[in-house]
């Protein structure tokens, strides 16, 4: 599995996709090579995908540190912990300055199981700015 055969299947689904979603795929060079994978109609929160030897990590970034309300900031992590189990696929992390929503799979996932988690993966980057967009500036 490598973000080629990734990219691939997911610019030929089309109108077939079991999710419903159409996807365009941009591999981004550089020292690990990472997809970037754009749910149509949700450009602007793209899921940033790599394969590992022991998995596939899907990547979206939410806001920036400076983004945050800071007066506000331990009751936006309460938030993130309590909403962290009910958010199906997904969790919350933090990369340098930025906060994104990840989720994992083994490197053995079928393309629907792909499909699938970058999909879920998408609804909840929109759920998570919805729910959380009062503690942002």
């Known amino acids: 599995m490598n973000i080629h055969t990734i990219a ?3 610019n ?7 999710t419903g979603f159409q996807f365009d795929c ?24 790599s394969v ?3 998995q596939i990590l899907c990547i979206s970034y939410l806001w920036g540190e400076d983004e945050v309300n800071q007066q506000r900031r331990a009751e936006m992590f309460e938030t993130m912990l309590e ?9 919350f992390a933090k990369i340098d300055d ?16 792909i499909e699938q988690e970058l999909s879920v993966l ?16």
């Open 8 to 10: 691939n299947h997911l």
């Open 12 to 18: 030929e689904l089309g109108d077939n996709s079991h």
């Open 26 to 49: 941009y591999p981004i060079n550089g020292d690990v090579e990472v997809l970037q994978v754009n749910v149509v109609g949700r450009e602007e929160i793209p899921v940033f995908v």
């Open 52 to 54: 590992t030897d022991n």
């Open 83 to 91: 909403l962290n189990i009910p958010m199906p696929l997904s969790s």
């Open 98 to 113: 930025k906060y994104v929503v990840y989720g994992a799979l083994s490197v053995h996932s079928s393309m629907q199981e």
């Open 122 to 137: 998408s609804d909840n980057c929109l759920e998570v700015i919805d729910e959380l967009v009062d503690y942002l500036n």
